[in-house]
């Protein structure tokens, strides 16, 4: 099992930006792609960035150029820079590791970090 706390969310106005970080414990050694995730109130999961073992970045299209995914593979910790945040981006962001299948996760959801940017 892996288990995941987030951090590093907030309020800013669009156009801010944040840094926000997942500290992943328990079987990491297995992860070789890690993920994240949010969702805003009525709506479903959205799967927004991953980033693979290797460095392989992927980007959903609606944060493709504004957000960063990296990860410190020594501190089982990765990261998600948003710039140019925009009202849409407000959501709970989670991290975890995806299956592959759509917005699937592997282990049980952390508590997430709450985003909110207002116009």
């Known amino acids: 099992q892996v288990q995941f706390v987030e951090s590093g969310g907030g309020d800013v106005q669009a156009g801010g930006s944040l840094r926000l970080s997942c500290a992943a414990s328990?079987?990491?050694?297995?992860?070789?792609?890690s993920g994240w995730y949010r969702q805003a109130p009525g709506k479903q999961r959205e799967l927004v960035a991953t980033?693979?073992?290797?460095?392989?970045?992927n980007y959903a299209d609606s944060v493709k150029g504004r957000f960063t995914i990296s990860r410190d593979h020594a501190k089982n910790t990765w990261f998600l820079e948003m710039n140019n945040l925009k009202p849409e981006d407000t959501a709970v962001y989670h991290c975890?590791?995806?299956?592959?299948?759509?917005?699937?996760?592997?282990?049980?959801w952390g508590q997430g970090t709450q985003v909110t940017v207002s116009s």
């Open positions: 328990g079987s990491t050694r297995s992860i070789s792609i």
């Open positions: 980033i693979t073992s290797r460095g392989v970045q």
């Open positions: 975890n590791v995806p299956t592959g299948r759509g917005t699937l996760a592997w282990y049980a």
